[in-house]
């Protein structure tokens, strides 16, 4: 079986049609998310669809500026989690690791399903999790945009350009090593 081809489909487009998106598929989304591997079988993740119209307009109000595209979605999911939900190991924390796993499997899905979705964090965290009711002790990390392709005459020519772009990536000697640390792996300076 191969994984790599909807891996490399996946990308954060821009360009939503305002069409609805059944609840079904959006369960389906979060069903994949659930089935994210977690310490301890913790599953330190939350996600909270919004759907509904008037909760929808509040969360779009959240958005940063250069979010303006986001608004044309007809679903947002936020992610939530705490280190307290799960391990936290030498100072390590794994609930972030493992809901971005969550997260990963959240959107191989929504590909598979012919949609678009676009993690983001320009947004209000602090009004975000007002809107939606998240206690204090919970951090909302993300906000997934969810929608059907749309129109890309929506888009700012800066943001056309990065969706038609070829995609980049680090050659893979500078993110991958073996048997040791390599000094290759450091990123570069600007």
Do not use: C
């Amino acid at each position: 079986m191969q994984l790599l081809e909807p891996i490399q489909k996946r990308r954060a487009y821009r360009a939503f049609d305002k069409k609805k998106v059944d609840t079904e598929i959006l369960t389906r989304l979060a069903q994949a998310a659930h089935t994210a591997p977690s310490s301890a079988n913790n599953q330190p993740w939350r996600i909270v669809t919004v759907t509904e119209e008037g909760q929808l307009a509040k969360m779009k109000e959240v958005l940063a500026g250069g979010n303006y595209w986001g608004k044309n979605a007809p679903a947002v999911s936020a992610f939530v989690t705490s280190p307290g939900w799960s391990m936290s190991i030498g100072g390590r924390d794994l609930a972030y690791f493992e809901l971005g796993m969550a997260a990963m499997a959240y959107q191989l899905q929504a590909v598979s399903e012919g949609l678009y979705v676009h993690p983001i964090v320009g947004f209000d965290a602090q009004k975000a999790k007002e809107v939606l009711s998240i206690p204090d002790e919970a951090v909302l990390e993300i906000l997934m945009i969810v929608g059907y392709p749309g129109d890309k005459d929506i888009l700012s020519e800066k943001h056309l350009q990065m969706e038609e772009m070829e995609r980049e990536r680090k050659p893979l000697d500078q993110i991958l090593s073996w048997d040791r640390w390599s000094d290759l792996l450091l990123p570069k300076k600007k």
